[in-house]
C-alpha cells in the first residue's frame, strides 16, 4: 500500500494538481491521508476538498478547516488568516461544511496516527519542540505519528524508548526514511504554503511494503494562484509570502 501523505493545502489548487501528478509519475499512491487544513488562505476551497475527495481519502480535521464551519472562532487568528478564513466561510455550500465539519480530530492507520498538530492538543499546538514533542509522544499508541500544521518538514524520533529523549532531525527531500519501529513523529511539509523558506510545495510518500517513507517536493504555478487570490480580495500578505515560503 502506498499513501501520499498531504498536509496544508491551504485551497491552493495548482499546488495541490501538482502534487497530484507528481506523485502519480512516482509509481502513484492507493489512498490519500491528509493532515488537516484543505482549506483556509487560498482561492479554492471548494475544488480543493472536492479533488481530494476524488480519491480514497483519510481527512483529519485542522484549525482552519474547524474555522471555515464555524467550529472555532476565526477571532483567535491573525487579522490575515481572519480575512481568509471568513472569506472561505461565504465560498463553501452545505455539502463541504458537512464534510469538514464531520472530519475527526485523530485517525489510526496501520502503524500511523494522523493529526494535525499534536495529540495533546489537535488542532492548535504546534509541534516543534521537545516539550510540544514529548506530550504527544507520551499519548502515542502505534509507532509513528503523523502531523502536519507548522508547514515545517522534519523527523522526530524517540530515543531508546523515553519520550523524554527526542531529537528533531530534517526530514531530508528524495531520502528514504526506513521505518525500524522506533517511534517517530513526522512532518511532511506543507502542500499550499511552505514555511520553511522553499516556495515548493512538500509532500510524502508512505511505502507500507518497502516500509519506509520519501519526502519529495514539486514545482507549480505560484503566479496563477496570486492572481486568483488577488481578484478574490485575500489578503496581500498572503500573496506575497508564496513567493517566499515563509
Not at 9 to 17: F, G, M, P, S
Not at 25 to 51: H, K, Q
Not at 82 to 100: M, N, P, S, V, Y
Not at 108 to 120: I, K, M, N
Request: glycine share 6%; proline share 5%; with cysteine.
Amino acid at each position: 500500500m502506498r499513501a501520499l501523505v498531504l498536509s496544508d493545502i491551504h485551497a491552493n489548487l495548482e499546488a495541490l494538481e501538482a502534487v497530484l501528478t507528481d506523485a502519480q509519475n512516482r509509481s502513484g499512491f492507493d489512498v490519500i491521508w491528509c493532515l488537516g487544513d484543505t482549506v483556509g488562505y487560498g482561492p479554492d476551497p471548494v475544488a480543493c476538498v472536492d479533488r481530494i475527495r476524488e480519491f480514497d481519502l483519510v481527512a483529519v480535521a485542522g484549525n482552519h478547516d474547524h474555522a471555515a464551519v464555524g467550529l472555532i472562532d476565526a477571532c483567535d487568528f491573525n487579522p490575515a488568516a481572519k480575512a481568509a478564513a471568513e472569506w472561505t466561510a461565504r465560498q463553501i455550500d452545505a455539502g463541504h461544511i458537512e464534510f469538514l465539519s464531520s472530519l475527526p480530530f485523530v485517525s489510526v492507520q496501520d502503524q500511523f496516527t494522523l493529526v494535525h498538530g499534536s495529540l495533546r492538543d489537535p488542532i492548535v499546538e504546534y509541534l516543534l519542540d521537545r516539550d510540544s514533542a514529548s506530550g504527544t509522544l507520551a499519548l502515542l499508541e502505534t509507532n509513528y505519528c503523523l502531523v502536519g500544521h507548522s508547514h515545517i518538514p522534519f523527523v522526530c524520533c524517540e530515543i531508546d524508548g523515553e519520550p523524554v529523549n527526542i531529537d528533531f532531525k530534517d526530514f531530508p527531500e528524495d531520502e528514504l526514511v526506513a521505518l525500524d519501529h522506533e517511534r517517530r513523529i513526522i512532518n511532511p511539509g506543507g502542500v499550499g504554503q511552505p514555511r520553511d523558506r522553499d516556495p515548493r510545495p512538500s509532500y510524502a510518500i508512505y511505502d507500507s511494503a518497502e516500509a519506509n517513507i520519501l519526502r519529495h517536493r514539486v514545482t507549480y504555478d505560484i503566479a496563477k494562484t496570486q492572481m486568483k487570490m488577488k481578484s478574490a480580495g485575500l489578503p496581500a500578505h498572503l500573496i506575497e509570502r508564496l513567493d517566499h515560503g515563509i
